[in-house]
């Protein structure tokens, strides 16, 4: 990749330059109080490409978050340009207006120091951290369900008109950079030795099944190709369990700065995807006596996703339907129902949905950002055989998609069943 | 819609205005000679939304084409941007570079006055005037096969960089009111009483038949969603038979001015329904004796087409596989055949196209603008009996797909041999 240039005026903020640099905004001084040296500023940046500030004062608290010029993963030789702020704030103003609620509130924009001031989501901590110590969210999956449904619907010509739509999928197109992540990463580093890939050494077998299987790969570049050229919706584009936060009680989405246009059952398969890989990795972290009954949890929260996306896309259908697709003069007008239609849509997100699911399955085991389930499992011998579990499903997925989420689940549970090392 | 403001400085052409307008454009000149005063300026538009004058000078002869800002079929209640002969042009020079000699030579542009000058096409006529005739055309099939192939091939992922797509597409997300055009008249208002319908009267009962139908209704608009959602490759997006001229042994493509990213059956579908169109009119215009023998020259016509497409795309993929998707690294770099990943990828192109296949042997005889093919035949009860054979297998198509064109011929046969009113 060509070195990009860092745009003249932008600087990194340190735990240090932040006080003093962000003192002139009165978004941040109304929260956290006027006296910068009254702050205190912790760098709590676990994920895979920016910095992430929690800035504390008297009056209350907030997150900044700013772009780095590169992958913070890899390091400087990865470029990675700023822009990707400015895409997720714009992401994010249409997520509040969507599913009003379930993203962080913004506070401040700065387009050249690309960074987001915004909400510090309290006491909330990321879904994945809590799947792993086997804590339990309730409404988590109604809440998830709910957001799919609500920002795929109302992103896409089913309620937009098509000038704006058109309009909204050229302006996304300019994430260029991110999608590039995605298309490698996530659709075809898996199915090669891709120099960027990383495995657990006791997974080979399981790895040389998978690579062996050309009907597989044609499976997963036939998603890629619906990723690239099927903008359906405005995406958020990386809904993991890692861009979730959540109380016991509460549930947010963050992190949407890889947002697209893309298939409507994106986002769902994506999710779900990350849900089963807590599920498969779940004998490695609960003692015997908790095991069944957490992963029973995990599968009624799949379930329960599922159940709220299909009855929250059921409602919008009914009172939302404005764009120029599926329009109630075909069916409603002339006294038709149109349930079989939707039920036809649905069918297409699904399938969407399950193939994005299987490309997921194997990514975060082979390519190169892995998820903290099945990384924070020090014997590795016993972490591949679960791994292998994921590949397994993913295979499946991949090959032959389950009609609804019961028949998803029976294949989650037989492959949790699987000694395939 | 709201009116459009003609952009300043934009006057329409007239035959008596032409010569004095264009008399300065060194290209111009060049080609039909330096004095006006010797042009022989005749205004051909036959088509529905454009003005086109052939210029003949001493020294040659040339076509103007200006974009009028309405459509010329209905006028001037119903305005149309002139930023389409902007698209048309940009789309003429990608096409003329992904299959040379294919289209017209493009002489000049002016973009204020919405104008291309271009190559005359000389002795050839507009295709579908010569089916009517009855006439052949050695080569058409295998001409516009590779057409729909090279350029489906290489406007698409399979080909470009993901940066040059993504701009490319978003790019032309302008074209809007055309796309507008062929959402509203090709998958919806055909299934509705749309205000600017109009039909044969005695198809009435065929009409209500396709109408009481909520599940022809659902494909019909899941081919919507393909065609707003599925930005695959840059379409010609109007490849019907009027939109291709020929003389009896050359093929050329005329008129992309609805280009749009979109999937890359859509041009194959709509190329073939179009081909159907003038299989079923047939029996109006040919007398008993020649009858057999015309309509199966058209129906090996839909086969060398189809033929053609999947061998040149087979050679594209064979040779010019340069893009992100389905890259050799996965296959033939592992000692693998990707050849059940390209048959994977030609079927779901297939599938697509004849679910716009289907959409379009209904809008032609349901909606604004209909066929000559069928339009020409006075005797409406006739008409109506010929029409309702498209309809039908369009209605068939839709719910009901067939795998290769040996099938859809046999479909076609059978329709063509239905009484249906």
């Known amino acids: 990749m060509a070195p990009l240039s860092t745009p003249s005026g932008y600087e990194a903020l340190t735990v240090e330059t932040l006080p003093q640099r962000l003192s002139a905004l009165p978004d941040v001084v109304a929260r956290v109080g006027p006296d910068p040296s009254s ?15 929690i800035v504390t004062g008297p009056s209350g608290q907030l997150v ?30 249409r997520q509040a207006v969507r599913d009003p609620g379930m993203v962080p509130q913004i506070y401040h924009f700065d387009e050249t120091q690309a960074l987001i001031v915004m909400e510090y989501l309290s006491p909330h901590i990321i879904l994945r951290g809590k799947l792993i110590k086997g804590e339990r969210v309730e409404g988590l999956g109604p809440a998830l369900g709910i ?12 309620s937009m008109t ?7 999928t050229a302006f996304f197109s300019g994430n260029v950079e991110l999608c590039d992540i995605t298309e490698q990463l996530v659709f075809t580093d898996s199915y ?13 077998p399981a790895v040389d099944r998978l690579r062996a299987d050309p009907a597989v790969k044609a499976a997963a570049q036939m998603m890629l190709m619906r990723f690239t050229s099927g903008g359906e919706t405005l995406m958020h584009g990386d809904l993991h369990t890692g861009s979730v936060m959540c109380t016991d009680t509460d549930t947010k989405v963050i992190d949407p700065e890889f947002a697209f246009y893309g298939p409507l059952g994106f986002d769902l398969g994506m999710l779900i995807s990350n849900y089963l890989m807590a599920y498969f ?15 029973s949890w995990l599968l009624e929260v799949i379930e329960q996703t599922v159940a709220a996306f299909y009855a929250e896309f059921n409602q919008l259908w009914a009172t939302e339907r404005t764009g120029i697709l599926y329009p109630p003069s075909l069916w409603e007008a002339q006294g038709q129902s149109s349930d079989g239609a939707r039920d036809a849509l649905l069918a297409h997100i699904w399938h969407d949905a399950m193939g994005f699911c299987g490309v997921e399955l194997h990514r975060r085991i082979l390519t190169l950002a892995h998820n903290a389930d099945f990384e924070t499992i020090e014997d590795t011998a016993a972490r591949a055989k679960l791994e292998a579990r994921s590949l397994d499903l993913g295979h499946t997925l991949l090959l032959h998609r389950p009609p609804d989420s019961a028949a998803l689940i029976a294949l989650a549970k037989a492959a949790n069943a699987k000694d395939l090392l």
Do not use: I, M
């Open 162 to 168: 098509p000038a704006d739509k058109k309009a909204d």
């Open 192 to 204: 090669y030795e891709a120099e960027r890939n990383h495995h657990t050494p006791e997974l080979q």
């Open 147 to 158: 957001f799919c449904a609500r920002t795929a619907f109302r992103g896409s010509d089913l």
């Open 64 to 93: 900044v978050k700013q772009a780095l010029p590169y992958v913070r993963l890899v390091g400087d030789s990865w470029p990675l340009p700023l822009k990707r702020a400015f895409f997720e704030y714009h992401v994010l103003t």
């Open 39 to 53: 702050w205190s500023v912790k760098e709590v940046g676990d994920g895979n490409l920016n910095l992430v500030f």
């Open 281 to 295: 990795s779940q004998p490695a972290h609960r003692p015997a006596d908790e095991l069944e009954s957490y992963q």
